[in-house]
């Protein structure tokens, strides 16, 4: 049985390894050998060179990988106390009522993104819904909400909601209420228990919603463009730059590779420190 | 542990809250899709219909949706094949790679997707392939084949590998268990991961934006009017593909809901 089991997993596997390693690991390669040719050229057969990556510090490239760093830390910090609440609900106390928020939200997710945060900009521009209608309503003169950092964070938030609501109820539903009665039979306060014992039983969930949202957030162009107008650049928006404007693969897939080691790296050493398994529910 | 009525409503009121103010930027383009003025102003004096009727005439709209179109379903087809099997792999079967095969499955969804994009046409123009809505599908899957994937593996975590032996045990062969034990077990997987796959494509943007080529999607379109100013088709064809979404939505839970209960009849009442 052991036997068949080693072949049928691995026959299984093939379909989408064969795919991820065409449309993933060998486009991740090209960028990685781009990224150590000499600037502007459009081919990978020339002698390797690190002036990219003299580029990327002389020309103060790092600015703007803080700034997305920053935010996307902010927007995790934000989503994580915004969500918890809610998760905890939708987890424990709910019931039926949590699977329709769960489609509720769900259903936003299809809807384009580029077109839930065109709907922030009609919603928060000068004379848009919420600062028309105040003008209107209180006849005070209204400025628009666009065009500065703090919006960018909420768009953020806003953006990658699901992404750390739907892992935390999953970590949460993981935690067992005789555990938590238990504690709190032995004389726990909230706040205690909520350290020692929902904090620890839930943290795979904290831990992929968090890294999910923080790495989206650090790499994510259209909430900078459409709510932060030109005002502020953020890392990708300096890729893209140097692919399109700049005409420079070599210096573009430099600063994505730095991009790419960051939230790679993260992701690696976080999905290697979950169990899986656990967290989607195995049998037995 | 029991919790006070006021949590309890607390916590209600706070998810309902949450509701709306994640609705409110789409009710805001259903609103903005409806004002008359060429150039949008809340509050909206006077309601009209007509944008909804340029965008329907434009040729460009409907070539849009046509190209959106066959590349989501492209990707729909793709993505549920491989995620059916990616699926066993990743929760039914034990074989030896099994935590190193999820570990990799689940790794883009963790990458920026405007990177993978870059990096995509980079790849393409190493290999000689011209970018066009083709090559989209191929970007598209990056993303959303993994999404398929772990949508069937939660329906095949709840499998009862039993099933299967007592299968082979009476002398099915593979394909035959796959067709009748297998597929109809995983089935309700299998639509959602389809569902998520269409609708995910069909509202995808940063993957498109440098794997089109010369062709463009609908949410690119989109893209570009937004950028370059106001258009009040923008909130009209926003509208029009988020009723598609729903109405694919709904169409879908109707259909799960349907075949789920012939089941359960067929079962004699136990599912």
Not at chain 1, 160 to 181: K, N
Not at chain 2, 40 to 69: C, H, M
Request: hydrophobic content about 55%; charged content about 10%; some cysteine.
């Amino acid at each position: 049985m052991e036997r068949i089991e080693e072949r049928q997993g691995l026959l299984s596997a093939l379909p989408v390894l064969i795919l991820l390693g065409a449309i993933f690991l060998a486009p991740l390669l090209v960028v990685a050998g781009f990224a150590f040719m000499p600037p502007k050229v459009f081919h990978l057969a020339h002698l390797p060179s690190f002036e990219n990556f003299r580029i990327f510090f002389d020309q103060g490239y790092h600015a703007p990988l803080l700034r997305s760093l920053g935010m996307a830390g902010a927007a995790t910090v934000l989503l994580f106390v915004l969500c918890y609440p809610l998760a905890y609900g939708m987890a424990k106390i709910f019931g039926r009522f949590s699977l329709a928020i769960t489609l509720a939200v769900v259903a936003t997710l299809f809807v384009s993104e580029n077109i839930r945060l065109f709907g922030w900009v009609l919603t928060l521009m000068k004379g848009g819904m919420l600062p028309g209608h105040l003008e209107a309503w209180t006849g005070l003169e209204m400025d628009g909400l666009l065009y500065n950092l703090p919006i960018i964070v909420l768009g953020l938030t806003y953006a990658y909601f699901p992404f750390m609501l739907f892992p935390l109820v999953q970590g949460i539903s993981m935690v067992p209420d005789d555990l938590r009665l238990a504690a709190s039979d032995l004389g726990a306060s909230r706040l205690r228990i909520f350290l020692e014992i929902d904090l620890p039983l839930a943290m795979p969930g904290i831990v992929v919603g968090s890294l999910l949202t923080f790495v989206l957030a650090a790499g994510a162009m259209a909430e900078s463009k459409l709510l932060g107008g030109q005002a502020v650049i953020v890392m990708a928006d300096e890729i893209e730059t140097a692919f399109t404007y700049g005409q420079n693969w070599p210096l573009g897939s430099a600063l994505a590779l730095i991009l790419i080691l960051i939230v790679g790296g993260l992701a690696i050493l976080a999905l290697s420190k979950i169990d899986l398994d656990g967290i989607m529910g195995r049998r037995s | 542990m029991p919790h006070k009525p006021i949590t309890r409503a607390a916590l209600l009121v706070y998810g309902i809250l949450t509701l709306l103010v994640l609705y409110l930027p789409i009710a805001a383009i259903a609103f903005a899709s409806f004002s008359k003025a060429r150039y949008l102003s809340f509050p909206i004096e006077r309601y009209t219909s007509q944008w909804y009727g340029k965008a329907l005439e434009s040729s460009t709209v409907s070539d849009l949706i046509v190209t959106s179109f066959k590349v989501a379903f492209a990707v729909m087809l793709v993505s549920v094949v491989a995620g059916f099997f990616g699926a066993l792999a990743f929760a039914r079967y034990r074989w030896r790679f099994r935590g190193v095969f999820q570990k990799f499955v689940l790794l883009p969804i963790f990458f920026p997707q405007a990177v993978l994009g870059l990096a995509l046409l980079m790849w393409f123009n190493a290999i000689g392939v011209t970018p066009t809505w083709q090559t989209a599908i191929a970007a598209h899957l990056v993303w959303i084949a993994p999404i398929a994937t772990l949508v069937i593996a939660i329906r095949a975590y709840g499998f009862d590998p039993a099933l299967e032996e007592a299968a082979r045990d009476m002398g099915a062969g593979y394909w035959q268990i796959l067709r009748e034990i297998t597929l109809p077990l995983l089935w309700p997987g299998v639509v959602s991961a389809g569902l998520f796959a269409f609708l995910l494509s069909w509202g995808n943007f940063p993957l498109s934006l440098f794997t089109t080529g010369a062709d463009l999607t609908l949410p690119e379109w989109l893209y570009a009017k937004m950028v370059s100013g106001y258009s009040p088709l923008v909130p009209s064809v926003g509208s029009m593909t988020l009723a598609l979404s729903l109405i694919l939505l709904l169409a879908s839970a109707a259909c799960i809901r349907l075949t789920g209960r012939r089941r359960r009849r067929a079962n004699g009442g136990e599912g």
